[in-house]
Structure formats: structure tokens, C-alpha cells
């Protein structure tokens, strides 16, 4: 059975850019136009735009919309005003994670959650079935183009103002009307740019007239993984919870969501096993899935490109879980060493 | 700035279908892999050589190659003797996509059965093989 994958309103500029493009989550995305490790370089260094429009945008609305989000979502929106972004998570009734987001105050009765791609329809009937008389929940997706802008002179580049991580503020860039939210998945500083999908070409065109480097999927994963980000599908799921899963701190555990009462006993008893970070010691690349001895899993490898040797993130039991434990991974069949090393693996200069 | 090898196909190398190549001398062979193969994987971030005086067989794979994304098997075009790994890759594997048919060759062979080297494709004939893909 064959299945169309989607497009975003950018997929004919990717493909005239000669990106190569690949099945993503039901979409059709460019990985890369030049090449991986340049293009996580230009973010590091200069300032890279990435396409992430496939990503989900849920809408939720209404005098009752703050009361259903604090039932569902894990952090606390009580902490955040209008104009205020926040990471938190989509939890279930084990304390699993559905998924992860950033929830957008627009104002005091009206939210705007940007979701994963690979969840946006479980999100979007999850919350839905859960709607309560007072709160509107509409999934906008398809509305809606998000350009992220990434890298030490992404806001320069754009002629933005600096502004506070998580702040977020109706903008103009080159003339179209966004949101531009000082949020993103790089470890950079930078912005995510949402704007009306007919709006997208022009956004794109004036980004990358100002000299910003295209980026593909390829260096989203390898920087949001140097910067220990959290990839749901890999490193977080349903059946996997936020306190294992080193998301304690995005969980309020003073208030009433779905699944906190486990979350809260895991808290307490500890959890059995945990997510590290780790470099290799020796020329290997550690993969999703691999074995970790004692009991551990691989759940996200690569190659980093700023530190040029194998990282990865991966639950291993609480007991080996210690920054500086060393790691064997066997890495088809031959054992590597790892050592577990602090969050985030790499970290800009101050 | 790395500037990628332009496409190219030298017609003094005998190819595998599996986008290897082999410069035969004499009872010898250098085998890496084609242009092709190594701009499918993008650049490379690691090789994992096999053991010298380890034997390598016509058809199986002989090592791996990886890119940020993907793994591939290197599959051997000729059977005989590793020789010698190119060290030069081991430490920068990004060399075979600068140079994949010079600097950035794979290992030496002594070749156990020169005869194979004509089961093996001419540069025109493994061109058809990539137009078929």
C-alpha cells in the first residue's frame, strides 16, 4: 500500500536547492543541501534555517482552555503570562510521555501548542477527547509554516531585537507578519518563525537573502543531540517516564495532571534506570537500539560534528548512571568504550 | 570549505556492482569505494578497516563505512590478503569523499584468484549499472 507523503509549502525551493530529500514522519524533507556537517557548523557558527513546518501547530481556546491544559500537560502554565513559551510534556495516565511540546500563552484563555510531526494527530485527538465545555481545541497545522533560524547571529541576521529565551512577540521579518518565538531545538540562540503557510515562500526567500545558511534534518538531529534534547520517538515515549527520562524539572508535581501520581512515585523510590549522555572513547558511532552492558539501550547516536567522535544518548540502570561511569557498547558486535558525561555534551562558549 | 571530488568513474579501475572499486597490479589490488557510493552516504565520519593479514572474500563485506546518518558494509570486489589499511582514512574518513579513487582508497590485497578480477565490471559497464538506479 503506498502512501503520499506531504508536502510543506517550501518543498519545491528545497528541491530547486538540491536538497536531498527523505520520508519523515508521513512528510517528505529535505536532509540535507550541502551536507550534514556543514550545515551544523553554519549554526554553531553563523546562523541556519530550517523548514519545520511538518511540525504540528493545536490550537486550544476558550475561558476553561488554561483549566484543560493544566489537567493534561505536565508543567505548570500558571508560571508562564501571555507572551510566555513553555516546554512541557503530553502525559498519559502511567506517566508515560505522549509527547513533548511548547506550549504558547497567547493570551489568558487562548494557547497555541507546537507539537511533533510523527504525533501530531495522536496529539491532537488526545487533547480533543478530552475537550471540556468552555475550551475549543482545533488543530491548525495546516494553517501554519514554521521557519526555526538558528545560531550565534540568527537574530542580527533577521534585524530582531534580542529577547529572552521562551519570550515570544508578534513581529515583521522582510515585510511578513510572524510570531516570532525565541525558542528552538539547536542549544543556539535563535528563533522560530511562524507565519500564515502562503506567507512561507517570501519568509524563506528574504531568510536566506540575509545570508542565512539552509539546514536540513540531518543537522537538527545532530545538534539537538549534541545539546541533549530529547527526540520523542528515541529517547522519550509513552512508555517511557519523565523522571528516568531526566524531565523531572519540566513536571509540577504539586498540581494535578494526567499520570502524576506514578511520576511522583517514581520521584520518590527513584527511578530504576536512567537517560545519560555519552561520548565514545575509541572510533565507533554508537546507533539507536544498540546494547549497553549491564542492561542499558542506545536510544539516540551519531557522530558529532564540533567534537568529531561518536555521542549518544541512552538509558543505562541507576547504578551505572553516574557522570564519568564508563560504557561498553556493543557496536555490532565489537564492544566500544563510552563514558557518561555531563549535559548538555556540547555547549557553546560563553 | 571541503570541496566534494566532482563525479568521475576512471576507466583504469575494474567496479563492483555494489559501487567498490579495484586498481589491479599484478597479483595485487587497492579497493575503496566509487563516487557514487560515497555521495549517497554523504560525508564520512568513520571507517571501520579490517584486520591486516585478515582475508577478505569476493562478494562479503570486508568493513563499514559511516556517514552522520547511515552505515553501509563495504563489500570486497576481489578475495585475498589485507596488506594494508589506509591509515589516512582511519583517522579522516572525510578523505574519501575529497578523493575517492586517490587519496581516499580503502586497503591493499593480495589477490588469492586473479581470475575474478574478470568477473568485475569496465567503468562503461558499471556507468550503465547507476543509470539502472
Given at each position: 500500500m503506498s502512501q503520499t507523503l506531504l508536502r510543506t509549502p517550501l518543498h519545491d525551493r528545497h528541491v530547486a536547492l538540491g536538497a536531498r530529500m527523505v520520508p519523515f514522519a508521513g512528510w517528505e524533507m529535505p536532509v540535507q543541501y550541502e551536507g550534514v556537517i556543514q550545515e551544523h557548523r553554519a549554526v554553531r557558527g553563523d546562523a541556519g534555517v530550517f523548514d519545520v513546518s511538518h511540525m504540528g501547530e493545536i490550537d486550544v481556546e476558550g475561558p476553561r482552555a488554561h483549566e484543560l491544559l493544566q489537567a493534561l500537560?505536565?508543567?505548570?502554565?500558571?508560571r508562564i503570562d501571555p507572551g510566555h513559551a513553555q516546554y512541557t510534556l503530553l502525559t498519559n495516565?502511567?506517566?508515560?510521555?505522549?509527547d513533548d511540546l511548547i506550549a504558547y500563552r497567547l493570551d489568558r484563555c487562548h494557547y497555541l501548542l507546537v507539537v511533533n510531526a510523527a504525533n501530531r494527530d495522536g496529539d491532537f485527538r488526545w487533547i480533543k477527547e478530552r475537550e471540556i465545555r468552555g475550551s475549543e481545541v482545533r488543530d491548525?497545522?495546516?494553517?501554519y509554516a514554521l521557519l526555526a533560524v538558528q545560531g550565534p547571529h540568527a537574530i542580527a541576521k533577521l534585524g530582531l531585537e534580542p529577547a529572552p529565551a521562551f519570550t515570544f512577540a508578534e513581529g515583521t521579518v522582510a515585510g511578513v507578519d510572524c510570531m516570532v518565538?525565541?525558542?528552538?531545538?539547536?542549544?543556539e540562540d535563535g528563533c522560530e518563525l511562524l507565519c500564515m503557510a502562503e506567507d512561507a515562500g517570501a519568509l524563506w526567500d528574504a531568510v536566506l537573502e540575509r545570508g542565512v545558511t539552509p539546514c536540513g534534518l540531518g543537522a537538527r538531529d545532530t545538534l539537538r543531540l549534541e545539546a541533549c534534547y530529547p527526540l520523542h520517538g528515541n529517547d522519550?515515549?509513552?512508555?517511557?517516564d519523565p523522571i528516568s527520562a531526566g524531565?523531572?524539572?519540566?513536571?509540577?508535581?504539586?498540581k494535578s495532571f494526567a499520570g502524576v501520581e506514578t511520576i511522583r512515585r517514581i520521584k520518590e523510590e527513584g527511578p530504576e534506570r536512567k537517560l545519560v549522555a555519552f561520548v565514545m572513547e575509541e572510533k565507533a558511532v554508537p546507533r539507536q537500539g544498540m546494547a549497553i552492558e549491564g542492561g542499558g539501550v542506545v536510544t539516540s547516536g551519531s557522530h558529532s560534528p564540533m567534537l568529531d567522535v561518536g555521542i549518544g544518548l541512552g538509558y543505562v540502570p541507576a547504578s551505572l548512571a553516574a557522570v564519568g561511569t564508563g560504557l561498553t557498547i556493543d557496536v555490532r558486535g565489537k564492544p566500544r568504550s563510552a563514558r557518561i558525561v555531563k549535559k548538555p555534551i556540547y555547549k557553546r562558549e560563553e | 570549505v571541503n570541496l566534494a571530488a566532482a563525479e568521475s568513474y576512471p576507466d583504469d579501475l575494474k567496479y563492483h556492482p555494489e559501487h567498490d572499486w579495484a586498481r589491479v597490479d599484478g597479483d595485487e589490488a587497492v579497493l575503496g569505494i566509487t563516487w557514487f557510493a560515497q555521495d549517497s552516504l554523504g560525508?564520512?565520519?568513520?571507517f571501520e578497516p579490517p584486520s591486516e593479514g585478515s582475508t577478505v572474500a569476493k562478494d562479503a563485506s570486508y568493513g563499514e563505512v559511516e556517514s552522520v546518518k547511515a552505515v553501509s558494509d563495504v563489500i570486497a570486489p576481489l578475495s585475498g590478503e589485507v596488506l594494508e589499511v589506509n591509515a589516512a582514512v582511519v583517522d579522516a574518513p572525510e578523505t574519501v569523499n575529497d578523493d575517492p579513487y586517490g587519496a581516499g582508497w580503502l586497503i591493499r590485497v593480495r589477490l588469492?584468484?586473479?581470475?575474478?578480477?574478470?568477473?568485475l565490471l569496465d567503468a562503461e559497464a558499471y556507468r550503465e549499472v547507476l543509470a539502472e538506479q
Open positions: 500537560l505536565s508543567n505548570d502554565l500558571d495516565e502511567t506517566g508515560g510521555i505522549v491548525a497545522s495546516d494553517e518565538n525565541r525558542t528552538g531545538y539547536t542549544g522519550i515515549s509513552p512508555e517511557t524531565l523531572g524539572w519540566t513536571c509540577a508535581l504539586g | 560525508e564520512l565520519v568513520h588469492s584468484d586473479a581470475s575474478e578480477v574478470e568477473s
